[in-house]
Nanobody, 127 residues
Framework: QVQLVESGGGLVQAGGSLRLSCAAS????????MGWFRQAPGKEREFVAA????????YTADSVKGRFTISRDNAKNTVYLQMNSLKPEDTAVYYC????????????????????WGQGTQVTVSS
């Protein structure tokens, strides 16, 4: 329904920063909510952050709150994840996702609420 392409991953030292980008295309109503998830080797996929296209409301998981910030650029149809003060435990493949369920509160969204996914970008944080 929506095509998503992530970029910006890489290798950084602990305490460093990265900015991930997610370029979106397709029906606008199919991406009324955008989110970031991550999955480390041997672990379950984890919610990171979400944002609304319409009102720019955001929600960030406790594990990254205060360090990660989600934002968007409507003109470029792009969502960003600014990651600061990175820790080795942040190492994972980061996935961008889109949802058409505009009526769902951001704080309660799960993987099942997102219908479109990017292919992921690797983030590695060394200690």
């Amino acid at each position: 329904q929506v095509q998503l392409v992530e970029s910006g991953g890489g290798l950084v030292q602990a305490g460093g920063s990265l900015r991930l980008s997610c370029a979106a295309s397709g029906r606008t109503f199919s991406r009324s909510r955008m989110g970031w998830f991550r999955q480390a080797p041997g672990k379950e996929r984890e919610f990171v952050a979400a944002i609304s296209w319409s009102d720019e409301s955001t929600y960030t998981a406790d594990s990254v709150k205060g360090r990660f910030t989600i934002s968007r650029d409507n003109a470029k149809n792009t969502v960003y994840l600014q990651m600061n003060s990175l820790k080795p435990e942040d190492t994972a493949v980061y996935y961008c996702a889109a949802s058409s369920r505009a009526w769902i509160t951001l704080a309660t969204m799960t993987q099942a609420d997102f219908g479109s996914w990017g292919q992921g970008t690797q983030v590695t944080v060394s200690s």
